[in-house]
């Protein structure tokens, strides 16, 4: 037994001597690795659970009747929303602790190394502003005019937002990288405060009350709103991880951004 464990092992590190691999020995390198690895898995799963979600759930549960609909809701939306939210919540805070090693990175090209501490100050403050103006779009526009109306203004006004953290943070030996990310990042919080902050405080009461209505209770009315701002949040989460990819690719792929 013990020698058909030894032989695979011996005959993998001959291949890797013969490949003159050598993998990466500073731990600046091993948790750049590290987060890299545990951001894109995150991020498969949460844009993966967000696009089930847009285009096979939603559109599934209209075809179904009431009844029906009140017993498979509940418990797809709670399984599938635990996924989603807890993927979003480890792909971004993986992710800003990349962005930070990045700027603090750039602030030392820059000679500038304390800088990055503002830098990103001002990256977090542009983006939870943006936010800020999109609950108040999404809760009068959308609630009261047309979804579709909301919808355009919240896309304008992140553009807006990346425009304005861009035009900040392009700075003299600012990175390509850093400022593309500054904005995939940024739509990436965009996404991670909607899941938490509209979608699940939205859903879980939904997912209450339609376990409640299947034993006799009455939806309260404040339930058709709630359900139109989660869908409309998934809707623009949905829409806004197009540029957000685009952004977080062009960042070691595509170096159309330079600091001033």
């Not at 700075?171 to 593309?180: I, K, Y």
């Not at 009461?205 to 339930?223: S, V």
Request: aromatic letters at 14%; a positive charge; one cysteine or more.
């Amino acid at each position: 037994m013990a020698f058909s464990f030894e032989l695979p092992a011996a005959a993998f590190s001959f291949v890797l001597w013969k490949l003159d691999v050598i993998f990466a020995a500073s731990p600046a390198s091993i948790e750049q690795i590290v987060l890299r690895w545990l951001h894109i898995w995150a991020g498969i799963l949460w844009v993966g659970f967000l696009y089930f979600f847009v285009l096979a759930v939603a559109p599934a549960l209209k075809t179904l009747d009431p009844l029906t609909r009140a017993k498979v809701f509940p418990e797809l939306a709670s399984r599938g929303l635990a996924w989603l939210r807890w993927s979003a919540l480890g792909g971004w805070l993986a992710g800003f602790r990349y962005f930070m090693i990045l700027a603090e990175t750039d602030a030392v090209n820059t000679g500038r190394p304390h800088a990055w501490g503002a830098w990103i100050g001002i990256w977090l403050g542009c983006w939870l502003a943006a936010f800020a103006i999109e609950m108040a779009l999404l809760q009068v526009v959308g609630l009261l005019a047309k979804p579709v109306v909301a919808g355009a203004l919240v896309l304008l006004v992140m553009a807006a937002a990346s425009w304005l953290v861009v035009s900040l943070l392009a700075q003299p030996g600012v990175s390509n990288r850093t400022l593309c990310i500054s904005i995939g990042g940024g739509l990436g919080t965009i996404l991670f405060l909607n899941v938490w902050g509209i979608t699940w405080r939205c859903q879980k009461r939904l997912i209450r009350w339609t376990r409640a209505a299947a034993q006799g209770t009455p939806m309260p009315p404040e339930a058709a709103n709630l359900a139109q701002l989660a869908t409309l949040a998934m809707q623009i989460n949905f829409w806004l991880s197009f540029p957000l990819i685009f952004f977080m690719a062009a960042a070691e792929h595509f170096p159309f951004l330079s600091g001033g």
